[in-house]
C-alpha cells in the first residue's frame, strides 16, 4: 500500500491559483454589474447632440425625429420634465370627474407647480382600440376641439371658473 502523506503535494499550486483566478472573475463582473446599474444612460444618450444654444438645441431634436432616436428623445424629456412631473404627480389631486362622453371624461384637479397651487380641467379619452384611458394635451388640436366643443354652458362656466382660481396664468 502506498503512503499518501508521502506524495508530493501538487494540486497545492493549481489551487491556490484557481482561487485568485475566480476571485478576480468575481470582481471583475461586479465591477461590471455596478457599472451598468449605476451609469447615467439618459445622459449618455444624449452625447451626440448639442442642446447648449436654442439653434443647436432645433436641430438636434429635428435630427433625433429623423433618426427615430427614441433613446434620445426620450432622454431628453427624461432630463428636462421629470423633476417638474414628479412635483405635479406629488401634489396631485383629483376634486371632481364629470363624464362628459360616453369616451371623454373630464377631470377638475389641483397640484403644486413652482410653489403655486394650479388649478387644471383635464381631459381623458378612452382610447377605442386598447381601451386604455388617455390624457389629451390641451394645447393639441383634439384638445383644442374639445374644449371648444362643451355645449353644456353650465359645465362651461365651471371649467372657466376653476381654472381662473389661480392667481397668476401659467
Not at 427615430?68 to 420634465?81: F, H, N, R, T
Not at 421629470?82 to 389641483?110: G, M, N, Q
Not at 383634439?142 to 381662473?164: F, I, K, P, Y
Request: glycine residues 4%; proline residues 5%.
Amino acid at each position: 500500500m502506498t503512503d499518501l502523506t508521502a506524495l508530493p503535494k501538487a494540486g497545492a499550486t493549481p489551487a491556490r491559483v484557481s482561487l485568485v483566478l475566480s476571485t478576480l472573475a468575481l470582481s471583475a463582473a461586479l465591477t461590471a454589474l455596478g457599472l451598468q446599474l449605476f451609469r447615467n444612460p439618459v445622459a449618455g444618450s444624449l452625447k451626440p447632440y448639442d442642446l447648449r444654444t436654442p439653434r443647436a438645441a432645433l436641430r438636434s431634436s429635428l435630427e433625433m425625429d429623423l433618426k427615430g432616436d427614441v433613446q434620445a428623445s426620450a432622454a431628453c424629456y427624461a432630463l428636462l420634465k421629470r423633476p417638474r412631473l414628479a412635483t405635479i404627480l406629488d401634489s396631485l389631486e383629483i376634486h371632481r370627474e364629470v363624464e362628459w362622453k360616453p369616451d371623454v371624461t373630464i377631470l377638475f384637479v389641483t397640484h403644486e407647480l413652482e410653489n403655486r397651487k394650479r388649478h387644471e380641467v383635464v381631459f381623458m379619452k378612452k382610447d377605442a382600440g386598447t381601451g386604455y384611458w388617455v390624457r389629451v394635451e390641451k394645447y393639441s388640436p383634439e384638445g383644442q376641439e374639445l374644449t371648444h366643443s362643451v355645449d353644456d354652458a353650465r359645465l362651461n362656466r365651471e371649467m372657466t371658473e376653476w381654472q381662473s382660481r389661480d392667481s397668476e396664468p401659467w
